[in-house]
């Protein structure tokens, strides 16, 4: 895992190959960057387009979001597309969000999209077993 103490600053497209801890926040100057990393720690995180596996911060605002796993306390983005969405208070997409699963960890949490229904996508399964036999589907 690489840490960073303090803050990110992005100014190009940029590819973590392992997993990143930013002990403060990321941002871009110069122009809209791109991060794509596995696994992503930070505290706030402001960004065009992310890419990722799965992400933990605090306060996430970006304009187009997809990754596997995604849990932070304050989410803000134009587009959403996730597997598993766990926040804390308010998640809120302008245009689209399409997600497997979407939870509040508060009890009056609140979830919405603006300008279009929240699409919730059905898991699919990766194998099945019929008569004792495992079958692996594939795409």
């Known amino acids: 895992m690489k840490t960073i103490k303090g803050d990110l600053v992005l100014t190009e497209d940029t590819i973590i190959d392992n997993d990143l801890t930013v002990e403060g926040d990321i941002r871009c100057e110069g122009g809209s960057w791109n991060l794509k990393c596995q696994d992503l720690d930070c505290w706030d995180l402001d960004c065009w387009n992310l890419k990722c596996w799965n992400l933990d911060c605090w ?81």
């Open 59 to 139: 306060n996430l605002d970006c304009l187009n979001l997809k990754c596997k796993d995604l849990k932070c306390w304050d989410l803000k983005c134009q587009e959403l597309k996730a597997k598993n969405v766990s926040y804390y208070g308010v998640a809120v997409a302008y245009n689209s969000m399409e997600v497997e699963s979407i939870k509040g960890r508060r009890k009056n949490s609140k979830h919405f999209c603006l300008d279009s229904e929240i699409v919730i996508k059905k898991k699919v399964p990766k194998e099945i077993t019929k008569d004792g036999k495992v079958y692996r589907l594939v795409e």
